[in-house]
């Protein structure tokens, strides 16, 4: 049996049973690669208040970095000629990344800090309204979200500060202060007994003011130093506002990771 090339390069095969054989090897070609897919799924939001997330910019830093990383590789394979210009862009398959507006994003941050007695009560808040009524759902102060915050933004007191004391003093209005009606936070008088209010949302506003006023301008701005400034020594009020402040926390955030916006990329 005798081998030698035809002219055509390929290898031919004489003599023998298998003369004029020619034997010849496929061509291994490159499976192609599928083409980046982006789905955008978006499921509702009713927490979300336009005036308290900014100016509605979506920022998503994995996104921008994956189309910078795929543009790279797909540069160098186009110079090496690996493959053709169409099938340059890898297949980059990230995890599932959320998208929020800026300050909601904030806003999440801040909620998933656990609350201390350490903690500041004073400074401006991201909370909407609708986010308060979430805590007050099921209360006697149900409907009064606007109210409270805006007495929170007027005195610079965070909202949930605010409800987590009535909480404490009244159960969120269950309960008002002994021969009160509308007195939710314990507040008393100079000379004794326990502040008239003409409504729950006054007792709020008031409230506010007056540990604006005696305290945070005082310099006593945490839980701490209000209970052990005068308003209520007691290690149980402390211990019980702060309780109802996380738990109040919790259930905002569960809010927005069950309705946040999710980009998918596959």
Known sequence: MRISDDDNGRKKVRGGNNNNRVQSHPQKTKPKKPNTVFIKKELEHPTVNSSTVGDGQY?????????????????????????????????????????????????????????????????????????????????????????????????????????????????????????????????RRAKGGYQQHDSIATSMDVFANTIDRLYVKKHKNTTDKISKGGFNGSSFWRNRTIQYWNECQRKILESYTQNAHFSLKM
Do not use: W
Not at 88 to 108: C, G, N
Not at 120 to 139: P, Q, V, Y
């Open 59 to 187: 920022v998503d830093i994995d996104k921008l970095k994956l189309l910078e990383e795929g543009k790279k590789i797909a540069e160098q394979r186009q110079a090496e000629g690996m493959v053709a210009k169409q099938d340059a862009i890898p297949d980059l398959k990230p995890p599932l990344v959320a998208i929020q507006p800026v300050d909601t994003q904030r806003l999440m941050d801040s909620l998933r800090k656990k609350v201390t007695t350490q903690t500041r009560i004073d400074g401006k808040t991201l909370l909407s309204a609708s986010d308060l009524e979430i805590c007050l759902k099921g209360s006697p102060m149900e409907g009064l979200g606007e109210q409270i915050l805006a007495s929170a933004k007027k005195y610079n007191i965070d909202p949930l500060f605010m409800i987590a004391v009535s909480g404490t003093e009244s159960g969120m209005g269950k309960n008002p202060a002994h021969g009160t009606k509308y007195n939710v936070t314990g507040l």
